[in-house]
């Protein structure tokens, strides 16, 4: 089972999941800019923060045969706050980098004026930039967060096929289903979406669009959950090959549209599911 994780935070992850993925099938993975838990009081620790994803990471992410790819942004959380906007002015010369795959996180935390400011310059940063967008829907009200979240991609003139509207549950799927949006969804250990009902929806909804992630951030969550979808899928009655759509094609044609993917990981040839599960300490 090959697997490319395209929703990761690996800046929260220590070097042990590094090498825990690496041997569960992960190959390559997206790390996408958020917040890190605690404010930031200027520009310039923004600018730290992108060079590591731009240069540790990969770097780290390498001693374990991982190809790692990045998405910078101005997070929504962060877009309310008055010292970090001018992060706004810095993000292109970082959407230029080879590693950069697309705008992200951007979207709603608290659906505020501030957040559409920054939500709909980032998305017109995407289409200066030929770049796809990653889209982080709200904690809370998300059903309204998501159609909002809708209207203004199409108010952006940004293609669809572009953007991934994320952390999806069952119910703001529908809607981004019949968008033209590719969906992405979080699997964690206690919230957001697990690997049964992930298995749900895709009977639902097919495979196509779909994107599957661990974002294993600071709290409490696990980075082969990637890994234990595939599982599911295949002991539901999924194929090798649905499986492979699901954890390695989709990804890849999502994040290729940005001509950045490195070819070793696009080329890398499938894995045969060995019928066992070599998760260690998951949930």
Known sequence: MRIFDPHIHMTSRTTDDYERMAAAGVR????PAFWLGQPRTNVGSFTDYFDSLVGWE???????????????????????????????GVLPRYLEKDGVVAVGEIGYDSMTPEEDEAFAAQLALAVEHELPALVHTPHRDKARGTERTLAVVRESGIDPGLVAVDHLNEVTVGAVAGSGCWMGFSIYPDTKMTAARMVHILREYGLERMLV?????WGRSDPLLTRRTGEEMLAAGFSD??????????????YGQSKRLDPSAVDAGPMTFEGNSILRGGS
């Open 241 to 254: 090959d649905d499986v492979d759509r699901v954890l390695w094609r989709n990804p890849v044609e999502f």
């Open 213 to 217: 992630n661990s974002a294993a951030d």
């Open 58 to 88: 990969p770097f780290r992410a390498a001693q374990f045969g991982i190809r790692h790819h990045a998405t910078i942004a101005l997070n929504p959380k962060e877009a309310n706050d008055p010292r970090c906007r001018e992060v706004l």
């Open 28 to 31: 390559a993975l997206v790390e």
